[in-house]
């Protein structure tokens, strides 16, 4: 197991790539799965000294798991807000363990192993979070990733589990699988259309919730949207992964139809607001990450639909996590509150656009 400094750089997060499948439609698929330990106190009820004995147990199981033994460890408790944001802006970690809130704290013990396309949160809600996390509509594969790490912890700790209800969680919403699968989902079609509040209405009353770009409690930008089950108990991890999944491809039915009608009723108006939006980011000097995503959703559409010449996926999806601001600031050597962030911002979408040019 390796220190934070192994961490991994800018270009080691193979769910960015956009190699998965449907990646014009899904920019990432993650599978999470809660786990606790026997004879420990959850969330809300252990002290900081059971917390540190968790994160010790595990780090011990990681070491013998083939799939874990290369971690990187990082203790959120022991980082400063910068680096706890920067994990959070790669989707390793949670806002609630990384404390990035405005009335969040840092818990005790709160801390991350990052081994490729797997994470495994520790005290956050639960003692284990075990996350896969792949590029495109890949549902099996994360699922495989985080089923891999969990059994080998699994053999090497005891979870706590209940013979009929299963695996016994913080929260009872959890409880059973502890599964909860989501899909990152680019849906401007949708909403352009005006039929996305439809879609996700239907698709509340059949199991399924939606959030934001950052998970629970955060607002959709750049027309982004995570959708994960709602429900972890009374069935099992396949019915819950073959559920989302059927109903994540009658959502991409949809917005392909959404394209079509697009193209067909209003293509004058879609061309005008996709060359503004390549306009803009290719030669804005200062942009805040909330207006460069929603140009960016303009820009990906106009891709998708040959209205722009192509730019990789790859660059659209790396932009999402280096242009936020931490990322922003560690690469331009200056802090979180450093007012020009948003012009540094603006420079690395045009020097990575014009990489992009110059490649073509």
């Known amino acids: 197991m390796t220190g934070p400094q192994n961490a991994g750089g800018d270009d080691e997060l193979p769910w960015l790539s956009a190699s998965g499948p449907w990646a014009d439609l899904v920019v990432s698929t993650r599978v999470r799965l809660a786990r606790n330990l026997t004879g420990v106190g959850f969330r ?52 609630e363990l990384a404390g990035v809130d405005p009335v969040g704290r840092v818990h005790g013990g709160g801390a991350v192993l990052v081994a490729g396309a797997v994470a495994v949160m520790l005290n956050e809600e639960d003692h284990l979070r075990v996350q896969g996390l792949r590029s495109g509509f890949a549902l099996d594969q994360a699922f495989a990733d985080a089923e891999c790490a969990d059994g080998e912890l699994g053999a090497r700790l005891s979870f706590a589990f209940h013979p009929e209800f299963g695996y016994l969680t913080a929260c009872p919403t959890n409880v059973g699988t502890g599964l909860r699968a989501s899909v990152l989902i680019h849906l401007p079609g949708l909403v352009l259309t005006r039929e996305i509040a439809k879609v996700l209405q239907g698709l509340a009353q059949v199991g399924l919730t939606y959030r934001g770009l950052y998970g629970e409690g955060s607002e959709v930008l750049g027309n ?52 503004r939006a390549w306009g803009l980011l290719s030669h804005a000097r200062a942009v805040t990450f909330e207006e460069l995503v929603e140009l960016l959703s303009s820009v990906r559409l106009g891709v998708s639909l040959g209205i722009l010449p192509p730019l990789p996926l790859g660059t659209m999806n790396r932009l999402l996590v280096l242009a936020q601001s931490a990322h922003v600031a560690r690469a331009a050597g200056t802090g979180l509150e450093d007012e020009a962030l948003a012009v540094h911002r603006a420079t690395l979408v045009r020097r990575l656009f014009a990489d992009e040019g110059r490649a073509r």
């Not at 980082?79 to 949670?94: A, D, F, K």
């Not at 293509?267 to 996709?274: K, M």
């Open 224 to 275: 982004l949207f995570q959708l994960s089950n709602q429900t972890t108990l009374g069935k099992s991890e396949s019915e819950l992964l073959d559920h989302l999944g059927r109903l994540v491809r009658q959502v991409m039915e949809c917005e392909i139809q959404a394209r079509d009608v697009l193209r067909r009723d209003a293509a004058a108006v879609l061309d005008d607001r996709v060359w």
């Open 44 to 95: 809300g009820r252990n002290s900081e000294a059971e917390r540190e004995g968790v994160l010790e147990s595990v780090r011990r199981a990681a070491t013998d798991s083939p799939s874990l033994a290369g971690a990187a460890l990082h203790r959120l408790d022991l980082l400063p807000l910068e680096g706890r944001r920067w994990l959070q802006e790669r989707q390793m970690v949670s806002r």
